[in-house]
């Protein structure tokens, strides 16, 4: 019986245990609450159960105490009031609520009682108005910012004031700074604690000379205070007056950021950062040199304490980037990622994984090409990183689902989030969820599933099928996910970390929109933001609600110390460090039934790791490459910078302990171990010096260097060899890397429209192009190989995407029907579409917006047939024009036979040859439609002797008109008209050797200056074969030319033996120059020319010169140096360097006053013979590239030089301050009007006895003074005419002169005879002798007015007279009435009438009665002038236009 009992009492108390069991193991619950509309905020006050919901429509806000399960509007805000809500950042107790009004609200209890406070001005247009102290003492220090306005005539004008408040609002705030754009505490972060004043401000405001209504940004400064701007001080950022442009000034981490605009000229947007960890020391963020910042094109991403994060544009596209990572000092940057996805508002694929130090996930674009080639769709994988960005892997997907090596997991970011919050991970430590897929990319949103990882990204798992949103509750013992794409009435919820999923209904059908939990993700309770389905809506409810889940109903126990596990936070599966130490947590077991009751955080970082590879990155200035071997190292970008005491013997062996290439991770605290950043030995040759000496290195290359050129903007420089391999240099010419050994490439090119772009042209139909200068290649293909015809492969027009490839066809073995065809693409070469076929050139018309920038013209052959190679005389060359219209499939012939033709930015010019007569004719045009034969003097026509356009930069044409030929050939300077069609004779007998180059250039940066050497004796030289050359100079665009005047002395103070009239100076010109880009100017450097000639009676021998220097353009010169030297301007003349021209040499010479004194600097000990000196074509470097080759051996040599550190104080350019660095000067053509072209100009130029570094200094614009009387120096010969020995213009004998021109144009009144003279198209001169007119006529057909029209004359006067007292009269009593003499009611206050700045009235009105009849004056001389333009007018359409060319061109000329 007591057994049976004892059984009884077992099942009974069985049963009821298992019964209490399942009560005990109950559903969660859950609260709905229902709003008209969706929250703009849902926010819980840091570790509390206190919510906001901000309604932005309805502009309401409600508050729930119990963690969202029951909501009341705000009691204390009006409805309809709440325009923002702001939380303190410092205080979880405190929150505003700004209004459209002056009145607004706070709270210090979390929402439980609103009370009001009231301030000057409305807020501020801008995100965040309020500023807060981050110290707790000093919570109710608050920085607001305000907009006040003004009425003024024509609306208002406002401004941004700061207010401030030390009691929290108690009291009306007190203004702080007038004129702002933001304002902030030094103060305003926990992770920034710098040993300053605790009242310390920051403000960005323009300075006080700043024009209320002139507030550029070159005005905007940083100013500080620490007494609320009873004083304030402007801060220099360690840059002195050039502190201005402050964009913005921000708290980032542990970092003060400053954001600058960089206003020198040149800067085409860039941006500066300035970086402080004190305040008190600022220093530039150092990028990679290839780095710019530009404006809108870079932002700083979520950083960590050590470093900074900024995400910059590289790519032609704003959605792509590269992500680069700071120094502890955030100074330092170096790239980190490539290729960083951005969406179009700015927002980075880049997210820390919470909790977890040095651990983030980010996304790339794979197509990176495509996307900057074409605009392609963006195919995007994941990457993840666990040492602090400084190295990137895939993420590893769920074991078992890929087949694949490029088979990964990616997963969606924020660019397209569907969720709040962080993206990725909770406060639940190393618990990481994502949408995405596994693949080669991720795949759309919809069509991804739910993946997980439990230990901080290194291992997942999918979890569910399809997008779900998804949150973090209770330290991770609750995760809650919900359908993210279809609407339902349900969610799910795991308790054992996503191995198993419940599901819970809610009862209504909804769509969700958000999931959140408490923010440190403690609690068991959650909020799901819904959009109610019309078939659950009830007519009482709206139509957004928030659910309450809570899951404390579950009836878990709390977790005991058996209930959690350690956890190490790893980067690998094989070590348990990261960022060299050992991340330790205490977290719930999966299987563990129970709740967290605390928060977990990391148990210890104490336990520190030995130094491995992984814990190292490349440092600033180096970068990681991958060699042919597939090895990867850091190698330098240039020279590195050593102190002062070390590479001081000068022995070549000599070596000091540089940088090793790497740095530790900032953050990393592994110790011991592997010692990569320790300092290593290096030879001083290859260090950047201290300052006042010279770099150099030299660089051997395998063959001769056939083509080198700069990638135009850019430090890149690209060499061919003539093996046909390619080399690039990423740091003018510091360090050389082969490009694609497996290729062999015939020529590369540089787009001059487009900065960045270039092309590198294989033997095959395959090139390689970069679209951001040299950083990324990228393989693709032509239609064809390039041709072997000799014409240009590539052509470029302004439109960068615009390109024409002319390549070879059918040009097998054989030759049978090998041609040359073009093709053109609008997008760069992703698709092509054919030309013509046959063709000798093709190019795009023009690049003027006038112009069809479709239109493409072709030489081609007439009958396409057979073999191009064959093809001769007979074969007709036809010039054809084509557009887009129709694909090009119909063509408009426009010569039936030409030789050549030449297009320019104003003309386009045909040489057509005329088969009847065996004849060329030259044809001009101006807008590629009509044509109009050009008209030569006698005996200088091109149908019988050849011809070469030399330049049309003056809006005329040079034309060389070779008038001797082999072997001694020289010829005649033309010059044309405006209109391009009548020339006349510049300058005779010009030399030309037989390879057609001409002794004729102008010079850069001043027009209308330019040299030329002429052959003297014409007689003997045409019978003996040697010519007698002088130099010729002209000051007015070739209107008259003279001989270059000698110095008194040469470069050793000896006096020239200057015995007859003709001695001058003579210089060497094109002829013989080894190479046309050595040029005597430089645009960089206006007015500094440099030549290698001689003084004498006529040019001498080469070897024999010596070489000369001109400041001025080349009306003074002086002997610099002894011997003939190649010679290369730097940094805008600051730094000029000459070479041994004629001899193997192992030094250069280098001046920095512009030749008063020269240093030598010796390269090397075996002499180099330097053919050629480069640097970059901007003018701005100091780093120069000599190019030659070791005599006697094979293959060529680079020798890079940087005068960078002779000195480092960067020039003044600021006219108001007293010893500048800049003078002002003009050209002078020997008048005391200093003018050239009719016109005074003032340039800067740096003063030759300073000196600093020009480089980007800000120069003021030159400065057109006025247009100066005409001279005879403005004028030249006239069509047919030519100068006699006087220098007078005369008739060509046997020439007859244009006939008269009695037409009248512009509205004069006079015609004039035609002179020997013309007027220089050039010339803006003004008045003074007009040789160019002759007898003056008046023009015919004036009307006489009759007296009809006097008597409406004298009725107009009447009106206008009327009119106008009429509007004096109403003004008068407008400004009377404004002063209150007939307001009603008004109440009259003193005024002090005699005050200049008192308002319009009586006397001011009757003050304006004189300039009210000088507009009477003004209204009369209108109507005259309009008058006799009306006669005019009427007696010009029966005038006819002499003028052939204007008549055919429909252009009237200018002159």
Request: proline content about 4%; charged content about 20%; some cysteine.
């Given at each position: 019986m007591a057994a049976w009992h004892g059984t009884v009492a077992f099942v009974w108390s069985t049963l009821a245990f298992l019964y209490l069991g399942v009560v005990f193991a109950a559903d969660p619950e859950h609260a709905i609450t229902y709003f008209d509309n969706g929250p703009v905020r849902l926010f819980f006050f840091h570790d509390t159960p206190s919510a906001i919901y901000h309604d932005a429509i309805s502009r309401n806000i409600y508050i729930s105490q119990d963690e969202g399960k029951t909501w009341d509007r705000a009691d204390g805000i009006l409805p309809g009031d709440a325009a923002m809500f702001i939380e303190h950042p410092f205080n979880n107790r405190v929150a505003f609520v700004l209004t459209d009004t002056f009145t607004h609200y706070r709270t210090e209890d979390r929402g439980k009682k609103w009370v009001t406070f009231s301030v000057p001005d409305l807020v501020a247009h801008v995100s965040k108005p309020l500023s807060f102290h981050s110290d707790p003492r000093k919570w109710k220090y608050t920085l607001f910012q305000g907009t006040k306005c003004i009425q003024i005539p024509w609306g208002e004008r406002c401004q941004d004031v700061t207010y401030y408040t030390q009691d929290g609002f108690t009291t009306t705030p007190e203004?702080?700074?007038?004129?702002?754009?933001?304002?902030?505490?030094?103060?305003?972060?926990?992770?920034?604690?710098?040993?300053?004043?605790?009242?310390?401000?920051?403000?960005?405001?323009?300075?006080?000379?700043?024009?209320?209504?002139?507030?550029?940004?070159?005005?905007?400064?940083?100013?500080?205070?620490?007494?609320?701007?009873?004083?304030?001080?402007?801060?220099?950022?360690?840059?002195?007056?050039?502190?201005?442009?402050?964009?913005?000034?921000?708290?980032?981490?542990?970092?003060?950021?400053?954001?600058?605009?960089?206003?020198?000229?040149?800067?085409?947007?860039?941006?500066?950062?300035?970086?402080?960890?004190?305040?008190?020391?600022?220093?530039?963020?150092?990028?990679?040199?290839?780095?710019?910042?530009?404006?809108?094109?870079?932002?700083?991403?979520?950083?960590?304490?050590?470093?900074?994060?900024?995400?910059?544009?590289?790519?032609?596209?704003?959605?792509?980037?590269?992500?680069?990572?700071?120094?502890?000092?955030?100074?330092?940057?170096?790239?980190?990622?490539?290729?960083?996805?951005?969406?179009?508002?700015?927002?980075?694929?880049?997210?820390?994984?919470?909790?977890?130090?040095?651990?983030?996930?980010?996304?790339?674009?794979?197509?990176?090409?495509?996307?900057?080639?074409?605009?392609?769709?963006?195919?995007?994988?994941?990457?993840?990183?666990?040492?602090?960005?400084?190295?990137?892997?895939?993420?590893?997907?769920?074991?078992?689902?890929?087949?694949?090596?490029?088979?990964?997991?990616?997963?969606?970011?924020?660019?397209?989030?569907?969720?709040?919050?962080?993206?990725?991970?909770?406060?639940?430590?190393?618990?990481?969820?994502?949408?995405?897929?596994?693949?080669?990319?991720?795949?759309?949103?919809?069509?991804?599933?739910?993946?997980?990882?439990?230990?901080?990204?290194?291992?997942?798992?999918?979890?569910?099928?399809?997008?779900?949103?998804?949150?973090?509750?209770?330290?991770?013992?609750?995760?809650?996910?919900?359908?993210?794409?279809?609407?339902?009435?349900?969610?799910?919820?795991?308790?054992?970390?996503?191995?198993?999923?419940?599901?819970?209904?809610?009862?209504?059908?909804?769509?969700?929109?958000?999931?959140?939990?408490?923010?440190?993700?403690?609690?068991?309770?959650?909020?799901?933001?819904?959009?109610?389905?019309?078939?659950?809506?009830?007519?009482s409810n709206g139509r957004s609600a928030i659910i309450h889940l809570d899951f404390a109903t579950l009836g878990r126990l709390k977790c005991g110390p058996d209930d959690k596990e350690l956890w190490y936070a790893r980067a690998s599966l094989n070590s348990e460090c990261i960022m060299g130490a050992k991340q330790l947590y205490y977290r719930r077991k999966a299987n563990a039934d129970c709740y967290m009751g605390e928060k977990l955080g990391p148990e210890s970082h104490d336990d520190k790791c030995p130094?491995?590879?992984?814990?190292?990155?490349?440092?600033?200035?180096?970068?990681?490459?991958?060699?042919?071997s597939g090895d990867g190292k850091c190698i330098p970008l240039g020279p590195e910078r050593i102190p002062n005491t070390e590479c001081t013997i000068g022995s070549p062996n000599e070596r000091y302990m540089g940088l090793s290439g790497y740095r530790k991770i900032p953050g990393n605290k592994c110790e011991a171990g592997i010692r990569k950043d320790e300092p290593v030995s290096k030879y001083c040759y290859g260090a950047e010096p201290a300052e006042g000496e010279v770099v150099h290195l030299i660089h051997t290359f395998p063959s001769d260097i056939v083509q080198r050129e700069y990638v135009i903007g850019s430090k890149i420089i690209l060499v061919r060899l003539a093996d046909?391999?390619?080399?690039?240099?990423?740091?003018?010419?510091?360090?050389?890397?082969?490009?694609?050994?497996?290729?062999?490439?015939?020529?590369?090119?540089?787009?001059?429209?487009?900065?960045?772009?270039?092309?590198?042209?294989?033997?095959?139909?395959?090139?390689y192009y970069t679209p951001d200068l040299g950083r990324y290649w990228y393989a693709m293909n032509a239609p064809s190989p390039p041709n072997s015809f000799g014409a240009k492969v590539l052509h470029f027009q302004r439109r960068s995407e615009y390109i024409i490839w002319i390549g070879n066809v059918d040009c097998q073995p054989g030759y049978e029907n090998c041609h040359a065809q073009a093709q053109y693409s609008f997008n760069n070469g992703r698709t092509w579409q054919l030309v013509e076929n046959y063709v000798v050139d093709c190019d795009w018309a023009w690049d003027e917006p006038r112009i069809n920038s479709f239109k493409i013209l072709c030489k081609s052959y007439e009958n396409k047939q057979g073999s191009q190679v064959f093809f001769g005389k007979e074969n007709a060359l036809q010039l054809v024009s084509g557009t887009n219209a129709n694909g090009f499939a119909e063509k408009t012939k426009l010569f039936d036979n030409v030789a050549g033709f030449a297009m320019f930015s104003q003309f386009l010019i045909v040489a057509e040859y005329l088969q009847t007569t065996g004849t060329l004719d030259l044809k001009i045009s101006r807008d590629g439609q009509t044509f109009t034969s050009a008209s030569f003097p006698p005996g200088m026509h091109p149908d019988s002797h050849s011809y070469r356009i030399l330049d049309i930069s003056t809006n005329t044409i040079f034309i060389y008109m070779t008038m001797n030929e082999w072997p001694t050939p020289w010829g005649n300077i033309l010059k044309s008209d405006s209109n391009g069609t009548y020339f006349g004779v510049s300058i005779e007998n010009v030399n030309r050797n037989n390879g057609g180059s001409i002794d004729f250039e102008k010079f850069a940066g001043l027009n209308g200056i330019a040299m030329a050497n002429v052959v003297t004796n014409l007689a003997e030289a045409a019978f003996t074969g040697r010519k007698t050359l002088q130099t010729r100079i002209t000051h007015n665009d070739g209107g008259t030319w003279k001989a270059l005047r000698p110095p008194s002395v040469d470069s050793l103070g000896q006096k020239y033996p200057c015995l007859s009239l003709s001695c001058a100076l003579h210089v060497h010109g094109f002829t013989e120059r080894v190479d046309a880009r050595v040029t005597y100017s430089s645009p960089s450097v206006i007015g500094v020319v440099m030549a290698v000639g001689n003084v004498g009676d006529a040019l001498g021998p080469y070897i024999d010169s010596n070489t000369f220097l001109s400041r001025d353009g080349g009306f003074i010169w002086e002997e610099v140096r002894k011997g003939p030297h190649l010679w290369k301007f730097g940094d805008s003349g600051s730094v000029i360097v000459i070479v041994n021209d004629e001899e193997p040499t192992d030094h250069v010479l280098f001046t920095t006053d512009q030749g008063l004194s020269w240093l030598e600097f010796k390269f090397t000990f075996d002499k180099i013979r330097v053919k050629d000196i480069m640097t970059a074509p901007e003018g701005r470097s100091r780093k120069f590239i000599l190019?030659?080759?070791?005599?006697?051996?094979?293959?060529?040599?680079?020798?890079?030089?940087?005068?960078?550190?002779?000195?480092?104080?960067?020039?003044?350019?600021?006219?108001?301050?007293?010893?500048?660095?800049?003078?002002?000067?003009?050209?002078?053509?020997?008048?005391?009007?200093?003018?050239?072209?009719?016109?005074?100009?003032?340039?800067?130029?740096?003063?030759?006895?300073?000196?600093?570094?020009?480089?980007?200094?800000?120069?003021?614009?030159?400065?057109?003074?006025?247009?100066?009387?005409?001279?005879?120096?403005?004028?030249?010969?006239?069509?047919?005419?030519?100068?006699?020995?006087?220098?007078?213009?005369?008739?060509?004998?046997?020439?007859?002169?244009?006939?008269?021109?009695?037409?009248?144009?512009?509205?004069?009144?006079?015609?004039?005879?035609?002179?020997?003279?013309?007027?220089?198209?050039?010339?803006?001169?003004?008045?003074?002798?007009?040789?160019?007119?002759?007898?003056?006529?008046?023009?015919?057909?004036?009307?006489?007015?009759?007296?009809?029209?006097?008597?409406?004359?004298?009725?107009?006067?009447?009106?206008?007279?009327?009119?106008?007292?009429?509007?004096?009269?109403?003004?008068?009593?407008?400004?009377?009435?404004?002063?209150?003499?007939?307001?009603?009611?008004?109440?009259?206050?003193?005024?002090?009438?005699?005050?200049?700045?008192?308002?319009?009235?009586?006397?001011?009105?009757?003050?304006?009665?004189?300039?009210?009849?000088?507009?009477?004056?003004?209204?009369?001389?209108?109507?005259a002038r309009d008058v006799s333009q009306g006669y005019r007018a009427r007696r010009k359409r029966g005038a006819v236009s002499l003028n052939e060319d204007a008549q055919v061109l429909h252009i009237e000329d200018r002159e």
């Open positions: 203004v702080l700074q007038d004129d702002v754009s933001h304002c902030q505490f030094a103060h305003s972060s926990k992770d920034f604690q710098p040993d300053v004043h605790d009242d310390l401000i920051y403000c960005v405001a323009y300075d006080s000379s700043a024009i209320s209504d002139s507030r550029s940004i070159e005005r905007s400064r940083l100013y500080s205070s620490t007494d609320f701007f009873a004083t304030r001080k402007s801060e220099d950022l360690g840059i002195g007056n050039q502190a201005k442009g402050v964009v913005t000034f921000a708290i980032m981490s542990k970092f003060a950021v400053v954001k600058l605009k960089d206003l020198t000229p040149s800067s085409s947007g860039d941006m500066l950062l300035y970086v402080s960890v004190d305040v008190k020391e600022w220093v530039k963020a150092q990028f990679p040199s290839q780095v710019r910042l530009q404006e809108n094109t870079y932002s700083i991403v979520e950083s960590t304490v050590h470093t900074l994060a900024v995400h910059v544009v590289l790519h032609d596209t704003k959605a792509i980037g590269s992500l680069f990572v700071s120094d502890s000092n955030g100074t330092y940057f170096v790239e980190s990622l490539k290729d960083i996805n951005r969406n179009v508002v700015g927002y980075v694929n880049y997210e820390n994984i919470y909790g977890v130090e040095g651990v983030g996930i980010a996304n790339v674009v794979a197509n990176a090409q495509d996307v900057a080639k074409w605009m392609a769709a963006k195919q995007l994988w994941s990457v993840i990183t666990f040492d602090d960005g400084s190295s990137w892997a895939p993420l590893l997907a769920p074991s078992g689902t890929c087949s694949s090596q490029t088979c990964s997991l990616h997963l969606h970011s924020v660019s397209d989030t569907h969720s709040y919050g962080s993206v990725f991970s909770s406060p639940a430590p190393g618990f990481v969820m994502g949408v995405g897929s596994v693949g080669a990319m991720l795949a759309p949103y919809e069509e991804s599933n739910t993946y997980m990882s439990t230990d901080a990204g290194l291992t997942w798992k999918m979890v569910r099928e399809g997008p779900y949103k998804f949150e973090f509750g209770n330290s991770g013992s609750v995760i809650v996910i919900a359908d993210d794409q279809q609407p339902t009435d349900s969610i799910m919820y795991s308790t054992d970390m996503g191995h198993t999923w419940k599901t819970y209904n809610i009862g209504i059908q909804f769509r969700v929109k958000g999931l959140t939990a408490v923010s440190d993700s403690t609690s068991q309770k959650f909020l799901l933001l819904g959009q109610v389905m019309s078939q659950s809506q009830q007519p130094c491995e590879d992984y814990d190292y990155e490349c440092d600033y200035n180096y970068v990681w490459y991958n060699d042919v046909l391999s390619v080399w690039q240099s990423n740091n003018e010419g510091h360090t050389w890397v082969q490009k694609f050994p497996e290729e062999r490439f015939l020529a590369f090119y540089i787009n001059p429209y487009s900065p960045g772009r270039a092309y590198l042209i294989t033997d095959t139909n395959k090139f190019l030659g080759q070791y005599p006697g051996t094979a293959g060529s040599v680079i020798v890079h030089l940087d005068f960078s550190s002779l000195t480092h104080r960067k020039c003044l350019m600021d006219v108001k301050i007293p010893g500048h660095d800049f003078e002002l000067w003009s050209p002078s053509e020997e008048r005391d009007e200093l003018c050239l072209l009719g016109q005074q100009t003032l340039y800067h130029r740096r003063k030759r006895d300073v000196n600093c570094v020009v480089g980007h200094t800000p120069k003021a614009p030159n400065n057109i003074v006025r247009n100066c009387r005409c001279r005879s120096e403005d004028f030249e010969c006239a069509f047919n005419h030519i100068r006699n020995r006087d220098g007078e213009c005369v008739l060509i004998p046997g020439a007859s002169p244009l006939a008269p021109d009695d037409s009248c144009r512009d509205g004069e009144d006079y015609w004039y005879e035609r002179t020997a003279y013309r007027k220089v198209v050039y010339s803006t001169c003004e008045g003074g002798d007009r040789i160019d007119q002759g007898t003056q006529h008046p023009c015919p057909d004036i009307e006489v007015p009759d007296h009809a029209t006097y008597g409406h004359r004298a009725m107009f006067w009447i009106m206008v007279i009327m009119i106008s007292f009429t509007i004096t009269a109403l003004v008068v009593a407008w400004c009377w009435y404004n002063k209150g003499k007939m307001a009603r009611g008004a109440i009259h206050l003193p005024e002090d009438d005699d005050s200049p700045q008192s308002g319009p009235g009586v006397l001011a009105t009757m003050a304006s009665v004189p300039w009210f009849l000088l507009g009477l004056l003004g209204v009369a001389f209108k109507y």
